[in-house]
């Protein structure tokens, strides 16, 4: 079995579906004969030409718009929005037009699309290239939101987001393209060949969405997370020595509850975490749900660690990335409480 990093993984799983299925395409910009700015979508142009694999221009809310018009005609249109900062000029698309169309049709048209995305910090970019709008897109009803971890998760999530009859925004965690990291924004990536999550078949396989995972077992606290802050979440828990349980998200909507409720009705204990800010972050959504459902079960008051409340800052972006210094503060108060 090869061992992949995201990006290597992202492309196999746009392979594996263009070969499978001829209604499956793939756009957006510098996404043909570049191969993306990441190169997530690196020589499929080559394999499947240009009418399958093509570059659009600089218009985020035409790329959308020409995606739902497809997936309305039989298509399964794969865009690509070059960085989740610029996603919000086809915010109204996607809102307005492709979550809703299911519901206003009475179920005769769906708008079967994908829209890949890298989001989140780590890599420099400042307020414009940094952005992590998950939250925004988890209160659209009719829309489901996606952000992997590992190139495994990562493969089997896109194939099944786009096997999906709805619209799916499928985040990639850029900081971990890759490889994953310690946690530490000081040392070096890891390589993701030696991550036993790098392993990935070349073939078809499919995760389905709304499942969670559970990528350390514990007894003491249960640490909710997805995305780059997966690997957070373990880098505080190895060094903090907790007996913490790391869920690992993958789909935030739909969510697995059931998973949540599991674990923090076992430890008593829950510390939610994102790098999205934290005022109305989909934490907030999380933290509601722990206590709708474990209430009676809870021995401490719930921790959330996350982004600040201001734009990603460029030469402080290490004090705005929540690292495991602040998770493991968090594992502490509730596990001393």
């Known amino acids: 079995m090869p061992a992949m990093n995201m990006i290597q993984a992202i492309n196999s799983?746009?392979?594996?579906?263009?070969?499978?299925d001829e209604n499956?395409?793939?756009?957006?910009?510098?996404?043909?004969?570049?191969?993306?700015?990441?190169?997530?979508?690196?020589?499929?142009?080559?394999?499947?030409?240009?009418?399958?694999?093509?570059?659009?221009?600089?218009?985020?809310?035409?790329i959308?718009?020409?995606?739902?018009?497809?997936?309305?005609?039989?298509?399964?249109?794969?865009?690509?929005?070059?960085?989740?900062?610029?996603?919000?000029?086809?915010?109204?698309?996607?809102?307005?037009?492709?979550?809703?169309?299911?519901?206003?049709?009475?179920?005769?048209?769906?708008?079967?699309?994908?829209?890949?995305?890298p989001c989140g910090g780590g890599i420099f970019g400042g307020q414009t290239h940094s952005q992590s709008p998950e939250g925004i897109f988890t209160h659209v009803c009719g829309l489901k939101t996606v952000m992997p971890s590992n190139p495994y998760d990562a493969k089997g999530l896109l194939i099944a987001a786009i096997e999906d009859d709805d619209p799916v925004i499928f985040f990639e965690p850029k900081r971990i393209?890759?490889?994953?990291?310690?946690?530490?924004?000081?040392?070096?990536?890891?390589?993701?060949?030696?991550?036993?999550?790098s392993e990935?078949?070349?073939?078809?396989?499919?995760?389905d969405l709304g499942k969670a995972s559970i990528v350390r077992k514990g007894a003491a606290v249960t640490v909710i997370a997805y995305?780059?802050?997966?690997?957070?979440?373990?880098?505080?828990?190895?060094?903090?020595?907790?007996?913490?349980?790391?869920?690992?998200l993958r789909s935030l909507l739909p969510i697995d509850v059931e998973a949540i409720a599991t674990s923090v009705k076992k430890t008593g204990r829950c510390v939610i975490?994102?790098?999205?800010?934290?005022?109305g972050g989909y934490g907030a959504e999380l933290s509601a749900l722990v206590q709708e459902h474990c209430f009676w079960n809870l021995e401490a008051p719930i921790e959330r660690v996350t982004g600040?409340?201001?734009?990603?800052?460029?030469?402080?972006?290490?004090?705005?990335?929540?690292?495991?210094?602040?998770?493991?503060?968090?594992?502490?108060?509730?596990?001393?409480?």
């Open 273 to 279: 975490v994102h790098e999205a800010t934290r005022t």
């Open 200 to 207: 990935v078949p070349a073939d078809y396989y499919r995760i």
């Open 13 to 20: 799983a746009l392979d594996v579906m263009l070969a499978r």
């Open 227 to 248: 995305g780059t802050m997966v690997h957070v979440c373990l880098a505080a828990a190895e060094e903090s020595g907790i007996d913490a349980e790391v869920i690992d």
């Open 24 to 62: 499956v395409v793939t756009f957006g910009e510098d996404v043909g004969y570049f191969g993306g700015v990441f190169r997530a979508t690196a020589g499929l142009q080559k394999k499947y030409g240009k009418s399958r694999v093509f570059d659009t221009p600089i218009a985020e809310g035409g």
């Open 308 to 337: 600040w409340d201001t734009p990603y800052p460029h030469a402080l972006e290490w004090e705005y990335f929540p690292g495991p210094a602040r998770v493991i503060r968090a594992l502490k108060a509730v596990t001393e409480t």
């Open 177 to 197: 393209y890759n490889g994953p990291f310690d946690g530490h924004h000081d040392r070096p990536l890891v390589p993701w060949s030696k991550h036993p999550a």
């Open 64 to 117: 959308i718009g020409a995606a739902i018009g497809m997936a309305v005609y039989g298509l399964r249109p794969v865009a690509e929005i070059q960085f989740a900062d610029y996603i919000y000029p086809a915010f109204d698309q996607l809102v307005s037009e492709a979550a809703r169309l299911r519901y206003r049709s009475g179920g005769e048209y769906g708008a079967p699309l994908v829209v890949r995305t």
